[in-house]
């Protein structure tokens, strides 16, 4: 029996741990908190600034993101004058942040028509105090909602990398998770992100989808590569009960392995670096210059559905994924008064333990590994001191100066982040009640 079938019990998507804990491991704060106290010690010299957008032109049937296809265009502008309220109360409750990276997702942050997101823009910069032509900034964005004025307006407003979801090429497999994108549409969207200029162009595509052969992600791959988009991230496609797809077999997560493989080599064979189990890297992509280290520094989340952090708290909006709980959750926050953004009522501390466990799974995730010096300077002892139980991960890692994984072991990204989250997280996020 392989190392990974015997840890993981064969399965090895379990979980996507884009952040440590996720949202559903949140829970109520009683009694609340107050925003001036929870960032009081912190250092917010190099923060992150994050805006969340949670409107798309369509519900996709997989997405489990804080987002809603039903928020109609009279909350676009509820929505805007919400986020400049939040900007003003949390500026004033913290007038010396400075910001090092920016990103706007969501959600469909272009769903904003052009003079809204330029409103937005505003916030970040004028209210917030970001500068916008300085730092890294990341804009997501879907096919059908961008435009070439939108491109334009993105690159005039300093953005630096606009990442874009096409999931697939193939319009059946697009329209069998809900995307009505049309081929045409998916062109003129890169064409205009690219004449725009701005300097980091990402696709998203996913793999796992029904319909989809071997073929169809060669594809896929091979339309993807035409645009030499200067990063590309390949999603296993992942469903949840309330998303409208359900399915678990082995079939289909050796389905899923095979196309990552695929992908993966792919990719490679052409020169792009692999960063992660899902983010490859070209060779001309440039090096935005960043005084950011996400493990150290925290971050400043506006708009409902944003998640905040500092070293000890972090928090947001009860997370939702069902249409009307997600509707109630982004009136709440429109109605929401200055005196309810400072308090922070819904997210987790984060204990010694937490913080060491987070540490390990933004390192050990990635092609570099973890720094084990690092971890020794930050928490006082060896990293398989704290938690002896990587030593299991045997032949899907190597044990060096850098604890890294393997190539098989990168494959297993996705059950070995949910097998390094702690008992408590875990059970946390199994009890959360589905809305
Ligand atoms: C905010 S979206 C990107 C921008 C835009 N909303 C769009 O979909 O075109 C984030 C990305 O996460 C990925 N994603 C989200 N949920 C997923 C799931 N359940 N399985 C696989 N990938 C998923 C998709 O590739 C998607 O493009
Ligand atoms: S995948 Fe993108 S477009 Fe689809 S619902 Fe999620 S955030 Fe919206």
Known sequence: MS???????GQPYQGYAYSYPHKTAYRAFEPDLDLREVWAGEDRSALFLYAHVPFCVQR?????????????????????QGLVRQAEVVREALPDARFAVGAVGGGTPTWLEAPGLDRLFDVLEHTMGAPLA???????CSPETVTPEKADLLARRGTTRASIGIQSFVEQEARGVGRTQRDMTVQTALQALRDAGIPTLNIDLIY?????TPASWQHSLECTLEWRPEEIYLYPLYVRPLTGLGRRDRTWDDQRLALYRQGRDLLRSVGYEQVSMRMFRAPWAPVAPTDYRCQADGMVGLGPGARSYTR????????????SAVLDELDGWLDRSDADHLRIRWGTRIDADE???RHVLQGLLQIDGLDRAWYRELFGADVL????????????????????????GLAWSDAIGPW????????????????
């Not at 796992?208 to 989809?212: E, P, V």
């Not at 001191?385 to 098989?408: I, N, V, W």
């Open 208 to 212: 796992g989808l029904r319909h989809q």
């Open 134 to 140: 300085d730092l890294p900034l990341s804009v997501e």
């Open 312 to 323: 000890d708290v972090h928090y947001s909006t009860r997370f939702a994924v069902g249409p």
């Open 420 to 435: 390094l989250y702690s008992d408590a997280v875990t059970a946390r996020m199994a009890e959360w009640e589905q809305r």
């Open 355 to 357: 913080a060491r466990r």
């Open 60 to 80: 996709c049937a997989f997405c489990n993101l804080f987002t809603t296809a039903q928020g109609g265009r009279e909350r676009e502008e509820a929505y805007l």
């Open 3 to 9: 190392t990974a079938d015997a840890l993981f019990g």
């Open 385 to 408: 001191d704290h938690l002896p139980e990587l030593e299991r991960l045997g032949d899907l890692a190597t044990f060096g100066d850098r604890l890294t994984l393997t190539d098989e």
